[in-house]
T-cell receptor
């Protein structure tokens, strides 16, 4: 199993550009989530999904959209990038029935810089 | 919103020392995670606790639900234990996401 994969690993955007951060898992996990990590702030939840077709907002959802059309994929979309979205983004998944209580499997992260 | 506080923020110790990292939270939870973030940035799960104590190798995690407090202990510390240790809590039934502490940066010197 590849576990949780994220692409790209690094990305530089200009203000106003849009892009999609990809996250995929091959463990048949129902629960998937997106976090951003900023210096001095720790990790913060952006959006999460408890299964295909179901998504919900976390602590810092503004400026980000998500969808969950399949169990495997949970892309994060930045519609109009802003410098405040410069961060490291982590995707995570957890086994069916565990939700946020289950062991979390993290992707390697995407380092995003918005100029 | 649950406030998660970790202490200390930074800890430098000598190889072989017993290490304790603390985590306190403000609102009742259904579970607590301890995570390790390597210097390269990768994050791995160490423990999930809802009560009592768990042990894995040289790592021990405890939780006191009544006092809203958890500790992570490392016995016989080694330089390879150098990492950021992160506490994260889960409210309610687990359908929501995690709320994280800011992490404890641990350095073990040879």
């Amino acid at each position: 199993n590849a576990g949780v994969t994220q692409t790209p690993k690094f990305q530089v955007l200009k203000t106003g550009q849009s892009m999609t951060l990809q996250c995929a898992q091959d463990m048949n996990h129902e629960y998937m989530s997106w976090y951003r990590q900023d210096p001095g702030m720790g990790l913060r939840l952006i959006h999460y999904s408890v299964g295909a077709g179901i998504t919900d907002q976390g602590e810092v959802p503004n400026g980000y959209n998500v969808s969950r059309s399949t169990t495997e994929d949970f892309p994060l979309r930045l519609l109009s990038a802003a410098p405040s979205q410069t961060s490291v983004y982590f995707c995570a998944s957890s086994y069916t029935g565990g939700g946020a209580r289950g062991t979390q499997y993290f992707g390697p992260g995407t380092r995003l810089t918005v100029l | 919103k649950n406030e998660v506080e970790q202490s200390p923020q930074n800890l430098t110790a000598q190889e072989g020392e017993f290490i304790t990292i603390n985590c306190s939270y403000s609102v009742g939870i259904s579970a607590l995670h301890w995570l390790q973030q390597h210097p390269g940035g990768g994050i791995v799960s160490l423990f999930m606790l809802s009560s009592g104590k768990k042990k894995h190798g040289r790592l021990i995690a405890t939780i006191n639900i009544q006092e809203k407090h958890s500790s992570l202990h490392i016995t016989a510390s080694h330089p390879r234990d150098s990492a950021v240790y992160i506490c994260a809590v889960v409210a309610g039934g687990g359908a929501d996401g995690l709320t994280f502490g800011k992490g404890t940066h641990l350095i073990i010197q040879p």
